[in-house]
């Protein structure tokens, strides 16, 4: 657990600083340029990632909660909806007219997704620390840049393809989570 522990806080304290420190933020681009920032960044990112891998798998899982019969159904359907919040963070969509941060709201809805069809203790800190830091994220980035001016909405077919790379992402992702987490996300 301790490993998780560990992915948990470097991953939270590193999404943190451009949001809280952006003096240190600054001196960093400066000493590292911008490219080597988000080389330093992205490559914490992938240890956090790593140590939580790691963490989730030596954990032994202890059930504290029983799984009732609706939450695998449900979950699947909102790990769809997170996936098209995460995809609307990154193309201009009419989702961003209603929803400020649509990949930390995507990440509260993945949070809650994996907390309703995993049982835990192991879920429970992973899940539940990673949607907690999405919702303090939010908070944070929302006192510090004040009120927010909605997007204009794209057409049609911008709206169409969002979605489609969105579906085509969440295929795969669920092709390949029995390999990195050791269990298939279908229900049933």
Do not use: C
């Not at 809650?112 to 899940?127: D, P, Q």
């Amino acid at each position: 657990m301790v490993w998780l522990v560990l992915g948990i806080l470097l991953w939270s304290i590193t999404h943190l600083v451009p949001t809280l420190a952006r003096p240190m933020r600054q001196t960093l681009i400066d000493r590292l340029g911008s490219a080597g920032y988000r080389a330093a960044f992205s490559l914490v990112v992938l240890l956090s990632i790593a140590l939580m891998v790691v963490g989730w798998r030596s954990t032994t899982e202890v059930t504290i909660y029983q799984l009732p019969a609706w939450s695998r159904p449900t979950g699947f359907l909102l790990m769809i909806v997170s996936f098209i919040l995460f995809g609307a963070a990154n193309y201009k969509t009419a989702i961003k007219r209603h929803i400020r941060h649509p990949q930390l709201t995507g990440m509260i809805v993945w949070a809650i997704s994996h907390l309703i069809t995993n049982g835990s203790t192991r879920a429970l800190v992973l899940f539940g620390g990673l949607g907690l830091w999405a919702i303090i994220e939010i908070q944070l980035i929302n006192a510090r840049d004040g009120v927010y001016t909605a997007p204009e909405s794209p057409g049609l077919k911008t709206e169409i393809r969002g979605i489609a790379i969105s579906a085509i992402i969440f295929i795969v992702v669920l092709f390949l989570h029995p390999y990195f987490a050791g269990v298939s996300p279908l229900p049933g």
